[in-house]
């Protein structure tokens, strides 16, 4: 039966496989459903059947957060290089350039939201995990700075699994306490300081900067953490409680003040700002952080 060979289709076998062009559809990671990509683009890359967020570049986080045309990048001079010698580490910075068109894992510069002025920072997962190295430190910092001599609220957006860059050693350590303290001079002159968290947000950038704004807002189910449930369970021998660590757990337990969908996450955003820089709108209640899906 030699003669014989399986047709490849997909989609339940209404389109044969070869005539599919790349990019057209979409696997969910949380249903397993086949979705159409410009679709799934257009419902903010929220699966319409279960709900599974995928994961945002910064850009496309940027375009769905900020006033269109208001963002203005900085600090796009500053380059990591191998200060260790680590093998390979130049080669994977390299990639990460090539596939996310970033010379880093994050953006920072200044942009409006509903006509507020920010001081913005986003990081990307898709460029090694969006972990923490010294010039992701340094743009954290400067954002920070920059927020605060310009008196204007301060608003971060993590998102990255691989915490601080290993391939930095110390350097990258050092990022930890650099991005705090730059945090709590804002706290100390009363900029407002709003952290946002996206799935996954872990190590080194969960245990700074991420964890200590005035405001801490989460997606749902992300994930929150230093070190991961499995790495934890197998250290302490214990079963962990359900959904521990996810947005929902930490929501419970007093780690967040609200967990905001993607959909609402500019208007949460904006309507938070201007409740702390007194600028509420005649028909506006005050703020009162609750959860919400």
């Given at each position: 039966?030699?003669?014989?060979?399986?047709?490849?289709?997909?989609?339940?076998?209404?389109?044969?496989?070869?005539?599919?062009?790349?990019?057209?559809?979409?696997?969910?990671?949380?249903?397993?459903?086949?979705?159409?990509?410009?679709?799934?683009?257009?419902?903010?890359?929220?699966?319409?059947?279960?709900?599974?967020?995928?994961?945002?570049?910064?850009?496309?986080?940027?375009?769905?957060?900020?006033?269109?045309?208001?963002?203005?990048?900085?600090?796009?001079?500053?380059?990591?290089?191998?200060?260790?010698?680590?093998?390979?580490?130049?080669?994977?910075?390299?990639?990460?350039?090539?596939?996310?068109?970033?010379?880093?894992?994050?953006?920072?510069?200044?942009?409006?939201?509903?006509?507020?002025?920010?001081?913005?920072?986003?990081?990307?997962?898709?460029?090694?995990?969006?972990?923490?190295?010294?010039?992701?430190?340094?743009?954290?910092?400067?954002?920070?700075?920059?927020?605060?001599?310009?008196?204007?609220?301060?608003?971060?957006?993590?998102?990255?699994?691989?915490?601080?860059?290993?391939?930095?050693?110390?350097?990258?350590?050092?990022?930890?306490?650099?991005?705090?303290?730059?945090?709590?001079?804002?706290?100390?002159?009363?900029?407002?300081?709003?952290?946002?968290?996206?799935?996954?947000?872990?190590?080194?950038?969960?245990?700074?900067?991420?964890?200590?704004?005035?405001?801490?807002?989460?997606?749902?189910?992300?994930?929150?953490?230093?070190?991961?449930?499995?790495?934890?369970?197998?250290?302490?021998?214990?079963?962990?409680?359900?959904?521990?660590?996810?947005?929902e757990f930490l929501l419970e337990h007093g780690m967040l003040d609200a967990i905001?969908?993607?959909?609402?996450?500019?208007?949460?955003?904006?309507?938070?700002?201007?409740?702390?820089?007194?600028?509420?709108?005649?028909?506006?209640?005050?703020?009162?952080?609750?959860?919400?899906?």
């Open positions: 039966m030699s003669w014989f060979r399986r047709p490849k289709y997909t989609l339940q076998g209404e389109i044969r496989k070869k005539d599919v062009p790349d990019g057209v559809f979409t696997k969910c990671d949380g249903c397993n459903e086949i979705l159409a990509t410009k679709e799934l683009e257009k419902n903010k890359k929220i699966c319409p059947k279960c709900g599974f967020y995928f994961n945002l570049t910064a850009r496309e986080r940027i375009a769905i957060t900020v006033d269109p045309g208001s963002f203005e990048e900085f600090d796009t001079q500053y380059q990591s290089t191998n200060p260790l010698n680590f093998v390979e580490y130049e080669d994977k910075i390299k990639k990460s350039k090539k596939r996310t068109g970033l010379d880093e894992a994050v953006l920072v510069g200044l942009a409006k939201i509903e006509g507020i002025s920010v001081s913005l920072v986003v990081l990307d997962f898709f460029f090694m995990g969006g972990s923490m190295g010294s010039v992701m430190g340094e743009k954290i910092t400067l954002a920070a700075e920059r927020s605060l001599e310009q008196r204007i609220p301060f608003v971060v957006i993590s998102a990255g699994g691989g915490g601080a860059r290993m391939h930095e050693g110390m350097l990258s350590l050092m990022q930890m306490a650099k991005t705090s303290a730059a945090v709590a001079n804002l706290r100390k002159a009363s900029i407002p300081y709003i952290s946002v968290v996206t799935n996954p947000t872990m190590g080194g950038v969960a245990a700074s900067f991420a964890s200590l704004g005035d405001i801490n807002l989460a997606e749902p189910k992300a994930l929150l953490g230093f070190a991961g449930p499995r790495v934890i369970q197998q250290t302490i021998g214990e079963r962990l409680p359900p959904g521990f660590q996810t947005s905001v969908s993607r959909q609402e996450m500019r208007n949460t955003l904006a309507l938070i700002l201007r409740c702390l820089l007194n600028q509420c709108r005649p028909k506006e209640a005050p703020v009162t952080i609750a959860a919400t899906t």
